[in-house]
């Protein structure tokens, strides 16, 4: 196994991973089945200079070239704010900063339908955090090693909202998903569940080891577009991988914008992915008709396939998130909802730490660059041709060899861009030939890290990026789109002349 690209540990089927003071936890899944093993934890500092008598002196001359671990996160904590001042830097996530160190990641040696799923939704009286609030329906569908069941969770067959809440939670522990889905749980469902399990003395003990699940304090945002973000507040579930297919529609719509919207039905039908005969109702009228006993049957009825649809949407989106997963040290909750340009920053992190190099620092920002062209004759054509240069960056990074010798001595970077390339290609011909999707799949990830290469180099604070070599890459790409231009039109865009 190349280790560059997946990190210097084979352990396989890793499903989950809980950091603890002086160990992790990593949560093992094969045929349905978790196991877990506990193995040593360090916390680790790295600075430009050494700091005190604990730090000890990494290989090479990049910028952080001092190491410190602590067994505690206190204590990690307590030296970080003492030393606030200088120079360090570390990764503050205490999971991903256990994969850099140790070399792991997620479902190697996997396929998707490997892994055991739960995929959930709610039906509720409204949207707010009020005196009227409440849960009506909990529909569930669980997929674990190759079997697929589905339950409901009613109102009506619980004393308080609270007990159906907290024995949804305890038959969520009894099935032991390593991934929970739902659509715009983050937004909506895990808040709602929350508020109206607490109001009744309940919370949401949905961990594997019985712990309630975890809201972060503070507000994070999912880039929508260019212009939108949507606001929420991450949680998190002890051992367990909690994914928002709202998130993956729109990674997966990035490229084509064909959704008229990012709700679940509309895409589900969009994308044809109804469940047949299935029992059909209007959701928006279903907390003014559930009281009624001939309506409430056919809400039960339509409610017990909810939940396929977010599995199915899992289905068609989640795939190239997953396998890049294996590669990326971070788990698989923050690359669904995280950019790809600190995934890569990470891969190339540990590919010097787990050498016992030392790392560079990021270069911010100082000038913009230029960036594309864009030039057009507006008007209505006929008999047209349409041209596209096939990862035309990425080409151009291995044909000039742009990266920063002086960041990047080892040549990592152009190791990765290269690899990514040549596996994509391997498993681009494998699709075709044998029509195995697993194939597809795989080379949509590698395409993940091969496209994001350009926009890697051009981040600010990111440690391996490299801002003069975007610059460069962008020249070279003018440079060939100009002289396709001007091969295919006469069109000088230069000198303006035909």
């Known amino acids: 196994m190349n280790k560059l690209l997946y990190g210097k540990d084979i352990t396989e089927r890793i499903v989950g991973i809980e950091p603890q003071d002086d160990f992790s936890e990593i949560f093992i899944e094969k045929d349905g089945k978790i196991s877990s093993e506990f193995v040593p934890n360090k916390y680790w500092i790295l600075a430009h200079e050494k700091l005190n008598n604990g730090f000890i002196r990494l290989r090479g001359d990049l910028h952080y070239k001092w190491g410190i671990q602590f067994t505690k996160r206190s204590e990690y904590q307590k030296f970080r704010n003492v030393f606030k001042a200088n120079d360090t830097f570390s990764i503050y996530d205490p ?3 256990f994969m850099v160190n140790k070399g792991l990641t997620y479902y190697k040696g996997m396929s998707l339908k490997d892994v055991s799923i739960l995929s959930f939704d709610i039906e509720s009286t409204g ?33 308080t909202n609270g007990e159906m809440i907290d024995e949804w939670c305890q038959w969520v522990r009894d099935q032991d998903p390593s991934i929970i889905c739902g659509h715009n749980i983050f937004g909506f ?42 606001h929420y507040f991450k949680a998190h579930i002890y051992g367990r991988e909690i994914i928002d297919t709202m998130f993956l ?12 919207s990012y709700g679940l039905k509309q895409i589900i039908k969009q994308e044809g992915l109804e469940v047949k005969d299935r029992q059909f109702y209007d959701a928006s009228t279903i907390r003014d008709k559930y009281k009624d006993p001939v309506e409430w049957e056919k809400i039960k009825k339509y409610a017990i396939h909810d939940a396929d649809d977010a599995l199915a949407l899992f289905d068609l989106m989640a795939p190239s998130q997953f396998y890049w997963t294996q590669i990326v040290p971070k788990s698989f909750q923050s690359i669904v909802s995280g950019a790809t340009g600190s995934q890569i920053n990470s891969i190339m992190i540990r590919s010097y730490l787990q050498e016992a190099h030392s790392i560079p ?23 047209c041709l349409k041209w596209d240069v096939a990862s035309l960056y990425p080409s151009i990074i291995l044909q000039y060899q742009i990266y920063s010798k002086d960041k990047d001595p080892e040549k990592n970077f152009l190791k990765m861009v ?38 890697f180099m051009g981040a600010p604070g990111l440690n391996f990026n490299y801002l ?21 039109t006469g069109e000088d865009l230069d000198n303006g002349k035909t």
């Open 95 to 97: 999971k991903e900063s």
């Open 127 to 159: 949207l707010k955090h009020d005196n009227d609030a409440k849960v009506l329906i909990i529909s569930n569908t669980i997929r674990k090693n190759g079997t697929v069941i589905r339950k409901l969770f009613t109102h009506d067959e619980f004393d």
């Open 189 to 230: 469902d895990f808040g709602y569940l929350a508020f109206c399990a607490a109001r009744d003395g309940y919370q949401l003990q949905l961990g594997r080891n019985g712990s309630n699940l975890r809201f972060e304090d503070r507000e994070s945002k999912f880039r929508k577009d260019q212009t939108q973000d949507l």
């Open 249 to 260: 529609s729109i990674k997966y719509d990035i490229a084509s914008k064909k959704y008229e």
């Open 361 to 383: 620092k990021a270069d911010e920002m100082r000038e913009s660059f230029e960036g594309a062209i864009s030039a057009g004759s507006p008007g209505i054509y006929t008999n």
């Open 418 to 455: 290269e690899t990514l390339t040549k596996e994509r290609l391997k498993n681009k011909k494998l699709a075709k030939e044998t029509g195995n999707r697993y194939y597809k799949d795989l080379e949509q990830s590698q395409k993940i890290g091969i496209n994001s290469s350009y926009g």
């Open 468 to 488: 003069k070599g975007a610059s460069e890459v962008t020249k070279y790409g003018r440079e060939i789109l100009k002289t396709a231009i001007k091969w295919a």
